[in-house]
């Protein structure tokens, strides 16, 4: 009975019951092995030579798969279609050959299917093959790289740049992309402009809108009416005249569907329509492909399997009727940049059925199915059609012209079902139909107005526009897109705030030093020829060995360079290229860099050590004047000058409002020699410094806030806010508040309660209760639950408990986001074996 190995038990299940009693299928729970998270797993001097590390949690599950070998000398490798799936095949084969469980006659073979459906699997076990070991290279030199820009780069940022954290071949590039479009939008100087709108009427009382296009025989450009004056004189010009329709003109005009779903578009989509994250979207597609509803997720391809075609055809004509069924089927050409990503597009496995026929229980697999479903019977459609009318007003001299837009919808074909989504914030052109309108008829006018407009700055980028342009720019493949954008974000980074990727200090700190230092390895043009490389070795065409020695021999001089820098070394120059930005020319002709406090000291960037960024006076202590990274004028968004903001008086103190380098706080009164730290309170977080009033600041400089003896002991009971956030405490027990609020009006009652509870779950025999039950661990079973501990929230897996990421809620944890903190900590937690000539 040969052994089939795929990579998870979902998948095993399926194809087990596909293959029958014939086979037996086991999983391997994906890679079985990886490098040590270590120094000198991969070793330049010795051709790049890899000490691979079989994982803890794989060892289990590689001894099954050896020792159903003893049964059978037959070995099927059923990984994914892809790089990935190709090197867990490869690793798999390289272990058991190890463990001597491959003898020389076992038949080892490799099979790939698109879909997990019946068809699918049992033609794929037809035409076996080897392993492709050109596959498999690639996927070992992208591996090399990004361990080796991973440990021998993050080292450097750890020593120069405090509070760093690391640096990533990909993400660097992705994160200088988010950096540099917030630049970009700080030095972004709008323009006025104005427009003219008027409201007319028909002979036969109906009425429509038009802009005033051209004035004074001249067509109006953006700018021409630029202030308020123009706009006045536009409408006089507008409102003196008589108007007519000089001309209409109706042109049809056709809309053509999207192609079908690649792994880019889909995150794409999914994020415009439904705010999902990439690595979300994933994860829900991931299941959905598991289940055998819908083709292999990562993928660049967009073409479909003629067989795909036809049953989305025959589904379109039994459901909408032959009038929304093209005379031929629709090819889309595929666009992948590499044979190997270009797999058949995303679609369901059966066209026949819609998600109300399913019976998919998760929210985000149900969403995404639907989305996956109509985008591909969408793809294959009749256009729709449309008239478009343009119609033109104008004044007997010709002065003043005004232009009437209007569209109307002859046949919805494709629009049925489903429409793409936009990226940016425009509307289209209104789908609205214009009166009738006859060449020569006056027009009344109703309404003439005067509109301001301000330009714009280029929108923050989201998920979805960042892989978007990670793809026109060739960096990435399908594979490394939601890893990519949650990495730079798991390492705060950037942070994600109404659905925009904004870089926090560090993260530009970080991009500023890579681009001073190792301006090459993360400008774009050579990311994406590096992608190109590593696909012409998967194609055959490289040696993936002299791809690796190429880019170290450069990569190593730029270490070596770096080596001997101090930090004040580096910050300087980082000052010095972000000069520009930092300190723009003032409009007075002074000096940007003179300190707007003191008038002496001079403005330089300096680092805290939470690894924030700030620009700060060179005479401090005398000087504490600070404001926030980046161009001046940033600190005034909350109304806070050098000084602060003065919110009232206490009796005689003074209540101040400022920002430092933490971020905003209040304080009493003024630092003086006899008292250099005058009290002060953070504000926290989501409270906005413009809302800060007296009383407010009065609350938070008040706390901690005694609420009464504990009934029990007598001890005080306080409520306050700390590092973790609002809590109640009694003694040395901590009880978390789920609101700020709650710190000014909690009673006694109430925190007795909570402080008691907080005890019994700390109690020895008290079974805490879980704040999130994510249910049974997919892989190895066994509840999955996200609890409250003393140092925060964390996720509890039989005996490994894993703490949760800084600034992720315990509601926000999803099963993929747990097994995979489970399996990190799992990881850090194993043993070191002791040191020779020292006691275990």
Known sequence: MPIVVVESPAKAKTINKYLGSGYQVLASYGHVRDLPAKDGSVDPDHDFAMKWEINPESRKHVKAIADALKEDNALILA???????????????????????????????????????????????KAPRDIDMPLVEAYLARRALDYLVGFKLSPVLWRKLPGARSAGRVQSV????????????????????????????????????????????????????????????AVKAVESRPLAVSEVEAKPVTRNPAPPFMTSTLQQEASRKFGMGARQTMNAAQRLYEAGLITYMRTDGID???????????????????????????????????????????????????????????????????????????????SARLERTTADIA????????RATGQVMLFDGFLKVYEEGRDDDAVEEADRSLPQLNTGEPVEKRTVTPEQHFTQPPPRYTEATLVKRMEELGIGRPSTYASIVSTIQEREYVRKEKGRLIPEDKGRLVTAFLVTYFAKFVSYDFTAEMEEELDEISAGLRDWHEVLRAFWREFK??????????????????????????????????????????????????????????????RYPECRYTRPFGPPGLEEENDLGPEGRLLGYDGEDAIWLKTGRFGPYVQRGEATEENPKPPRASLPKGWDPADMTLEKALKLLSLPRVIGPHPEDGEPVEAGIGRYGPYVRHGRTYASLADVDEVFEIGMNRAVELLAQKAARGGRGAAAKP?????????????????????????????????????????????????ELIAEKATKGKKRPARAGKKA
């Open 79 to 125: 990984t994914d279609p892809d790089r990935e799936g190709e090197a867990i095949s490869w690793h798999l084969t390289e272990v058991l050959r190890a463990r001597r469980a491959l003898k020389k006659d076992t038949a080892v073979s490799r099979v790939v299917f698109n879909a997990i459906t019946e068809r699918a699997v049992t033609e794929a076990m």
């Open 395 to 402: 004044s007997p001299d010709g002065q003043v012209v005004l």
């Open 557 to 618: 001089a730029h270490l070596d360079e770096t080596a001997d820098l101090r930090i004040s070394e580096v910050l300087e120059k980082i000052d010095e290229v972000l000069a520009p930005h930092l300190y723009p020319p003032r409009p007075d002709g002074k000096d940007p860099r003179l300190c707007p406090a003191c008038g002496e000291g001079r403005l330089s960037l300096k680092t805290a050590r939470s690894g924030g960024a700030f620009i700060g006076c060179s």
């Open 304 to 382: 479909m399997a003629p067989e795909a075609v036809a049953a989305a055809r025959e589904e379109i004509g039994a459901r909408y009727g032959k009038d929304y069924l093209p005379a031929k089927p629709r090819i889309y050409h595929n666009k992948a940049k590499n044979a190997q990503e270009a797999h058949e597009c995303i679609r369901p496995t059966d066209m026949s059925r819609d998600v109300s026929k399913l019976r998919i229980a998760d929210p985000d697999q149900r969403k995404l199915y639907d989305l996956i479903w109509k985008r591909t019977l969408a793809s294959q459609m009749a």
């Open 174 to 233: 992705a994160l200088r992309l988010i950096v540099e479009r917030e630049m970009e939008i700080e030095a972004f100087v709008p323009r006025e402009y104005w427009t003219v709108k008027a409201v007319l009427v028909t002979p036969r009382g109906q009425e429509f809108e038009a802009r005033l296009t051209q004035l004074a025989g001249r067509k109006l450009d953006r700018f021409d009416i630029a202030d308020a004056t123009a706009a006045e004189l």
């Open 771 to 819: 704040i999130k039950e994510l249910g049974e661990h997919p892989e190895k079973g066994g509840a999955v639950n996200v609890m409250s501990g003393r140092y925060g929230p964390y996720v509890k897996w039989e005996k490994v408990n894993a703490t949760l990421p800084k600034g992720v809620e315990p509601e926000a944890v999803t099963m993929e986001m747990a097994v």
